[in-house]
């Protein structure tokens, strides 16, 4: 009867313990889950706007160089943005995709004032490449363009 006792215990236990492991293993993330589900081909955004300020100072010093008026610019980090761009040619899609890395900006202090600086992608590590960037919004003070 002890003997029986035990074995239906020890069974109880066994079962109850791979329930609740079970139940455990669905609900957490594991170092091994998420090296399964991020894709590290791919810079993640925060990734890529931590590689942006390594080179704030080259942003910077390139849109000054557009107009000798801009003293200083201030970056909007949040506004970050990654798109594909498909190009047509007369209206037509070529089918061929690329991404463009897009963020916003200020200058000389002025509430009102904003551009966009765009670059593309380099190929073999997907950031921004910093020598293919260019203003695509040009420097503007509520709405007017900046002269």
Known sequence: MKHKKLVVGITITILASGI???ILMTQMKTPFDIFLIKDFTKPTKD??????????????????????????VQWDWDSVEIETIQPDAGGIPTGDKYQSLDIEGGFNNITDSNFVLSFGFDNKTLYPNMKHKSI?????IGGNLYE
């Open 20 to 22: 609740i492991g079970g």
């Open 47 to 72: 990734e890529q706007i931590n590689y942006l300020k390594k080179y704030e100072q080259k942003m910077t010093d390139y849109v000054k160089s557009e107009n000798p008026k801009v003293e200083n």
């Open 136 to 140: 695509t919004q040009p420097l503007r």
